[in-house]
């Protein structure tokens, strides 16, 4: 099976902020790797999907890059609403999910 | 409107089995390959297993595989997880998860979730 990892595991940030999350792959997966955001008590949305694809909805505040075995998820400029955990998951061969990364509040 | 919900969770033994159930609604339910996804408590994501809208092609996580079923009844719009031979480690959130597009097979693009149900395996 393909194992996810991604760092930081948390991070604190300010509204404004610039924030970067890596996801690694411990193979390549091309590009067949989503982005998810969880709130607290709530189930996971799909944010991006084929590395850099915004769904539907998703402010343009969020953005996705890489190929192969490492990507990144950057917010640009981070919202009161962004707070949440981040999971990458890769669709290339089964399906599985890195461990996520919380960010708070700074 | 478009969702999801699932039901059939709750306290079960180790060694016990429950079927969980997803109705979906708002959408063409037989066109769309579903899957489920578990979440222990405060940990990450972990699917376990899908089926296409056909229910002719399954699959499931090696962590499940011989322990539990999943189907659907395409004319009840519903999912479907029969869960055997239960472990403390099966405690868990377990979501229903719609695949964001008409495609034949699980291609692991989850769209739609369902609010979650809570599976506790203990004695």
């Known amino acids: 099976d393909v194992q996810m990892t991604q760092s930081p595991s948390s991070l604190s940030a300010s509204v404004g902020d610039r924030v970067t999350i890596t996801c690694r792959a411990s193979?390549?997966?091309?590009?067949?790797l989503n982005w998810y955001q969880q709130k607290p008590g709530k189930a996971p949305q799909l944010l991006i999907y084929?590395?850099?694809t915004l769904r539907s909805g998703v402010p343009s505040r969020f953005s996705g890059s890489g190929s192969g075995t490492d990507f990144t998820l950057t917010i640009s400029r981070l919202q009161p609403e962004d707070f949440a955990t981040y999971f990458c998951?890769?669709?290339?061969?089964?399906?599985?999910f890195g461990p996520g990364t919380k960010v708070e509040i700074k | 409107e478009v969702q999801l919900l699932e039901s059939g969770g709750g306290l079960v033994q180790p060694g016990g089995s429950l079927r969980l159930s997803c109705a979906g609604s708002?959408?063409?339910?037989?066109?769309?390959?579903m899957s489920w996804v578990r979440q222990a408590p405060g940990k990450g994501l972990e699917w376990i297993s899908g089926?296409?809208?056909?229910?002719?092609?399954?699959n499931y996580a090696d962590s499940v595989k011989g322990r539990f079923t999943i189907f659907r009844d395409n004319s009840k719009k519903t999912l479907y997880l029969q869960m055997n031979s239960l472990g403390v480690d099966d405690t868990a959130v377990y979501f229903c998860?719609?695949?964001?597009?008409?495609?034949?097979?699980?291609?692991?693009?989850?769209?739609?979730w369902g609010q979650g149900t809570l599976v506790t395996v203990s004695p």
């Open positions: 089926t296409s809208g056909s229910d002719e092609i399954t």
């Open positions: 084929a590395t850099s």
């Open positions: 193979q390549s997966v091309g590009t067949y």
């Open positions: 998951q890769q669709s290339y061969s089964s399906w599985t």
């Open positions: 708002g959408f063409s339910f037989s066109s769309y390959a």
């Open positions: 998860v719609k695949e964001a597009e008409v495609v034949p097979t699980i291609r692991g693009r989850f769209e739609l």
